[in-house]
């Protein structure tokens, strides 16, 4: 994911003089081409994410397309509250891309794990918050970014993910799910990297005879709110897949707006609530992201299992 | 020669010099304060000579276009001392003096700390602090890619200095050469609850600054033409961001006020704000104003 974050960057800032990259001393040699192609919008601001987040607001509102970048805790909690003041008070367009989210950098231990960076980031006025499942919703996401006139937050994972889409998705939009497979039982609604596992846990449950609708819901800030109404009129059992805390994050979201729709207008609702994410506990031990997600009952033989006995009721 | 000096109902001379404008400036604090409630008069008024030599003498704005691109950028980043930035700006004919009367009133747009186009001539929100210099060095470095010098100074107190922010900027603008920003330090010597050398070791500051890269200088901050001369010398040739420590007395210009950091909270009731605006040869402006805090 984050060569093809490199590699866009690289186009996009060729097509742009207004997007300038700052990096917060990683990406060694990632962004070689993109420093060659436009070496006066590159800036390297050091371990100094708050300067970071604050340098890019003030380019912003001096008309500029700012792109920050570094590993997700640093560029989210580190700084956050320049990223609430600087950022998201101004409405300023900048585009944070946290990178290795979730459990991604798994082996680096819980100080680079990053499983409530979409809660805190969520919570601000204002923030856009993407969650892209490959290299190609990177791309895509990046695009839809650069185009939105305010604050966004990309929350990529690091690199050799697997893929699930085939090319950049033509129809992808800020706040509208991606519909990967149809059905009509089990709808699982998955962000970000994850997704390639509720695409395996698809499959254990279509072995049960279960129709399993499958949707990157890339965007967990503006919700799809009529893919939601859709999916929990419709189905038997709904699940949320997410590489973040059960607190705040996509699952976190859905609940609120299920809690939040109005009982006197809103269309009656069918489908039970599903939520799949890490527990509130750092993990302590170490191992690679597998293992990791393992830990979180995040394997889609567990999801699976917990979901066929959820939707046979 | 005469400053301008926009003014509504106080029915004003223009001003001669820049002292005069600041203690114009202090003045108004002053009323603001008293009339709004608001706290933070002893920054308000440390930092009066700075704004003025600003906008009165340094900065390239025409009030009629504050949005200009090629404008100069002049950041509060220790937002508390709004008060004075909004005087500064309405005088200087930004927007109509008339509306500093409603300022912190509930629904104005004038807050005690300046929001996001709150008004013409605020670049940008501050409140919290080591925020500025950081939004400044971006608005530096984008004047450096859209190929336009503009200059931007960033307004910082000594109490500020403790954030760690402002000193992942202060390594920042030198290692980009950045010798287009200007930092001026309002060394007042107190924070908000203590003397800013003794809650965190502030002194030597200047050395500080200048072991950080930067052509570092101290100046009279009550010397608005010593402060002009040094915040108008940008770049100053070193290729160095240039920071001023500028020695300030809290509360300045009122002497029941100064060094005395009750200041930093108390608003001042009217007879007290009657005999602040006396002693800064502002009879015009007290006349001109309704006292309605007791």
Known sequence: MRNAFADEITRLAGADPRVVLLSGDIGNR???????????????????????????????????????????????????????????YHRAPVVIVGVGSGLGYASLGATHHSCEDMAFLRALPGMTVIAPADAWEVRA?????????????????????????????????IGRGLVVDEGDGICLLAAGTILPVARDTAALLRDQGFSVRLVSLHTVKPLDTALLEDSFARFRAVATVEEHSLIGGLGGAVAEWLADRDPLTAPPVRARLARFGTRDEFLHTAGKQGYARAHFGLTADAIAGRLAALAAV | MSLPWHDHADALPPPRTLADVAARLRARAVLMSHTAGTPHLGSCLSCADIVAAAYWRVLRLDPQ??????????????????????????????????????YNGNGDALAEHPGPGCAPGVEAATGSLGHGL?????????????????????????????????WEAAMLAPAQRLGNVCVIVD??????????????????????????????????????????????????????????????????GVSFMEDDNNWHYRIPKAEEAAAALKELGQEAMLAATPMVRA
């Open chain 2, 187 to 252: 060394y007042n010597k107190w924070q908000a609850t203590g003397r800013s050398d003794e809650t965190l070791a502030l002194a030597p500051l200047r050395d500080k600054w200048a072991s950080f890269g930067w052509s570092a200088h101290e100046v009279d901050g009550h010397d608005p033409d010593a402060l002009a001369a040094l915040m108008d010398r940008l770049p100053d040739g070193s290729g160095r961001p240039v920071a001023l420590i500028a020695h300030t007395v809290k509360g300045k």
């Open chain 2, 134 to 166: 950081p939004m400044a060095l971006g608005m530096a470095l984008a004047g450096r890619i859209q190929g336009r010098n503009h200059r931007v100074y960033a307004l910082l107190s000594d109490g500020e200095c403790n954030e760690g922010s402002v």
């Open chain 2, 65 to 102: 276009r504050p949005e200009a691109p090629e404008r100069d950028r002049f950041i509060l980043s220790k937002g508390h001392a709004a008060v004075t930035l909004y005087a500064a700006l309405a005088h200087r004919g930004f927007f109509p003096a008339s509306r500093l009367a409603t």
């Open chain 1, 141 to 173: 996401a990046l695009r839809a970014a650069l185009a939105h006139d305010g604050p966004v937050y990309l929350r990529i994972g690091k690199k050799g993910e697997p893929q699930v889409h085939t090319g950049v998705p033509t129809d992808f939009a």
């Open chain 1, 30 to 88: 990632l962004f070689d081409p993109y420093k060659a192609a436009a070496p006066e919008r590159f800036f390297n601001a050091g371990v100094a994410e708050a300067n970071m987040i604050g340098m890019a607001a003030g380019m912003a509102l001096s008309g500029l397309r700012p792109v920050a970048y570094t590993i997700t805790p640093f560029i989210t909690t580190r700084c956050l509250e320049q990223i609430r003041v600087d950022v998201c």
